[in-house]
């Protein structure tokens, strides 16, 4: 389950922004998960809610968007979204792909209160 350490990971670099920025409270952290990441969305969310219980990220709820992969052929350059891992251009049927999206994962935003106010 690698999903525990990737919510260790966010729960560290959250933690670390709240602390520098002064953030009172963190309401809603905005994930990007590459469909290639293998991420299944509920084990990230347990995970995550165990690692933050009695911290203040506790309650923080994480709202997770799947990014699609898609990648361009080197041999006819179009550029496609792969919904079944089998990487062949659907153009030409060539092999040789760029990688353009869906192997990261990345914090977009916060939704924090700050001083008393609400900022998304």
């Known amino acids: 389950m690698h999903e525990f350490s990737l919510a260790v ?3 560290d670099i959250v933690l670390e922004t709240v602390q520098k920025e002064k953030i009172n409270r963190v309401y809603t952290i905005n994930l990007d998960v590459g469909k290639l990441m293998a991420v299944v969305p509920e084990s990230l969310i347990f995970g995550f809610e165990a690692v933050s219980k009695g911290t203040l990220l506790e309650n923080t709820r994480l709202e997770i968007n799947e990014i699609p992969v898609t990648v361009r052929c080197k041999k006819c350059g179009t550029e496609s979204e ?3 891992f089998i990487f062949m251009c659907p153009k030409c049927n060539g092999i040789d792909l760029e990688m353009l999206s869906g192997q990261d994962m990345q914090i ?13």
């Open 9 to 11: 990971n966010i729960f």
């Open 82 to 84: 792969i919904d079944e």
């Open 108 to 120: 977009v935003s916060l939704e924090v209160e700050k001083n008393g106010n609400y900022n998304a």
